[in-house]
């Protein structure tokens, strides 16, 4: 093995063809000439739970052992010194962008997009008092193959170059990023609008979350990838075994979700189409559900979405072995706020579709009752129970 110029480590190398090996000491080479030569340096990532100067609890990156804040914390140390470059510090009070209640929701699905594309500038951190990307953004270079995942390098956003009037042309106005169904959607109205315009501005104001999303895809994304615009503090060369990775990703979305459907409060009744906007925020891939479903009946039908991507993986979920008790708690607090928060229609979905299609089987129906409030089995058992004759001789939780 030739030599490398550069600092000495202890790493694990996989080789793709020959399995894995240990070495007790080499030398690191950057990450794409390695995947050249068929070997790959590995690291490892997971999440920590931590806390905000405000006593805020979340999860942040831990690369083998240290938290990402650290790192930066120390690569900012050797920074020289540029009047351009102002060293967002400290690191440890910044916010993850990955949560899943900043302040607008078109900002949350740009965030978990570019989490799942190949390749993308992705956001990390970010400004606690902003909680957007107008402020401190910390970014990494990612890199997705089939077996890997690559941060390549990470820094943060220089916004000096930004353009608001640009920005705001990127939304629903940007023609040129429509798909068919865009065209078919918007081809004979919006699209036909001028920035500031009347129709516009009413447009933009009753779907912000579609706008700021159209906005962030189309500028921001573009923004970030554009030579200059990231002032690039470490060239890291982290290199993920992709299923670690992804297991990670989906870890962190489970435990933002929970925390949702744990927190979650309504001051009015949930409408069909709000409860529908509930379900698909279940799952990563929620909202292109609700969409095929739309486009398949051309309205909600409650009773067959909440069939879809309620009733039917919950009862996979209520069968594995071990079962996974955090994706369990996630549906069935769902549940819960539906019969809770629910208007009439959509309390009627809980009585007479999701309850029914969970006892089927009297394990899994007990064992769904071991996961709900004793205030929501008691209604199922002395008010579903009694009044609802497709359950009768369903024994009760």
């Given at each position: 093995?030739?030599s490398?110029?550069?600092?000495?480590?202890?790493?694990?190398?996989?080789?793709?063809?020959?399995?894995?090996?240990?070495?007790q000491?080499?030398?690191?080479?950057?990450?794409?000439?390695?995947?050249?030569?068929?070997?790959?340096v590995?690291?490892?990532i997971?999440?920590?739970?931590t806390?905000?100067?405000?006593?805020?609890?979340?999860?942040?990156?831990?690369?083998?052992?240290?938290?990402?804040?650290?790192?930066?914390?120390s690569?900012?140390?050797?920074l020289?010194?540029?009047?351009?470059?102002?060293?967002?510090?400290?690191?440890?009070?910044?916010?993850?962008?990955?949560?899943r209640?900043?302040?607008?929701?078109?900002?949350?699905?740009?965030v978990?997009?570019?989490?799942?594309?190949?390749?993308?500038?992705?956001?990390?951190?970010?400004?606690?008092?902003?909680?957007?990307?107008?402020?401190?953004?910390?970014?990494?270079?990612?890199?997705?193959?089939?077996?890997?995942?690559?941060?390549?390098?990470?820094?943060?956003v220089l916004?000096?170059?930004e353009?608001?009037?640009?920005?705001?042309?990127?939304?629903?106005l940007?023609?040129?990023?429509?798909?068919?169904?865009?065209?078919e959607?918007y081809?004979?109205?919006?699209?036909?609008?001028?920035?500031?315009?009347?129709?516009?501005?009413?447009?933009?104001?009753?779907?912000?979350?579609?706008?700021?999303?159209?906005?962030?895809?189309?500028?921001?994304?573009?923004?970030?990838?554009?030579?200059?615009?990231?002032?690039?503090m470490k060239?890291t060369?982290?290199?993920?075994?992709?299923?670690?990775?992804?297991?990670?990703?989906?870890?962190?979305?489970?435990?933002?979700?929970?925390?949702?459907?744990?927190?979650?409060?309504?001051?009015?009744?949930?409408?069909?189409?709000?409860?529908a906007?509930?379900?698909?925020?279940?799952?990563?891939h929620?909202?292109?559900?609700l969409?095929?479903?739309?486009?398949?009946?051309?309205?909600i039908?409650?009773?067959?979405?909440?069939?879809?991507?309620?009733?039917?993986?919950?009862?996979?979920?209520?069968?594995?072995?071990?079962?996974?008790?955090?994706?369990?708690?996630?549906?069935?607090?769902?549940?819960?706020?539906?019969?809770?928060?629910?208007?009439?229609?959509?309390?009627?979905?809980?009585?007479?579709?999701?309850?029914?299609?969970?006892?089927?089987?009297?394990?899994?129906?007990?064992?769904?009752g071991s996961?709900?409030?004793?205030?929501?089995?008691?209604?199922?058992?002395?008010?579903?129970?009694?009044?609802?004759?497709?359950?009768?001789?369903?024994?009760?939780?």
């Amino acid at each position: 093995m030739r030599s490398w110029k550069s600092t000495r480590k202890r790493w694990e190398i996989k080789y793709r063809d020959t399995g894995v090996v240990s070495l007790q000491e080499i030398c690191r080479e950057p990450a794409d000439s390695i995947q050249k030569g068929k070997i790959v340096v590995q690291n490892h990532i997971k999440l920590e739970k931590t806390y905000t100067a405000y006593g805020y609890e979340y999860s942040l990156w831990s690369i083998d052992g240290i938290s990402l804040p650290k790192y930066l914390q120390s690569w900012a140390a050797d920074l020289p010194d540029d009047k351009r470059v102002r060293v967002p510090v400290p690191f440890s009070d910044l916010w993850p962008a990955w949560v899943r209640n900043l302040d607008w929701e078109g900002d949350v699905r740009f965030v978990w997009k570019a989490i799942e594309m190949d390749k993308a500038v992705l956001p990390l951190l970010l400004c606690p008092d902003d909680a957007d990307f107008t402020c401190i953004v910390v970014v990494v270079e990612a890199e997705k193959t089939e077996d890997f995942v690559y941060w390549n390098k990470v820094g943060f956003v220089l916004h000096d170059r930004e353009d608001f009037a640009e920005e705001k042309n990127s939304g629903i106005l940007k023609l040129e990023a429509y798909s068919d169904e865009d065209w078919e959607k918007y081809g004979d109205n919006i699209a036909l609008e001028e920035v500031n315009s009347p129709a516009w501005c009413q447009w933009i104001s009753e779907n912000w979350a579609e706008e700021l999303y159209r906005r962030r895809m189309n500028y921001t994304l573009p923004f970030y990838q554009t030579e200059g615009n990231v002032f690039w503090m470490k060239e890291t060369g982290w290199v993920f075994d992709r299923r670690e990775y992804e297991s990670m990703v989906e870890e962190y979305w489970e435990l933002e979700t929970l925390e949702q459907v744990e927190r979650f409060d309504f001051r009015e009744k949930l409408t069909v189409r709000e409860c529908a906007n509930l379900i698909c925020g279940l799952t990563r891939h929620g909202r292109e559900a609700l969409e095929e479903h739309l486009r398949d009946f051309q309205e909600i039908l409650l009773h067959i979405f909440a069939m879809e991507n309620i009733s039917k993986p919950l009862l996979c979920l209520l069968k594995s072995d071990p079962a996974p008790e955090r994706s369990i708690q996630i549906y069935c607090k769902a549940i819960e706020i539906m019969w809770r928060y629910g208007d009439e229609a959509v309390v009627n979905v809980v009585d007479v579709t999701i309850l029914e299609d969970l006892s089927d089987e009297n394990n899994l129906w007990q064992k769904f009752g071991s996961y709900i409030s004793e205030e929501f089995r008691t209604y199922i058992n002395h008010e579903v129970l009694t009044y609802n004759l497709m359950m009768g001789g369903v024994m009760p939780l």
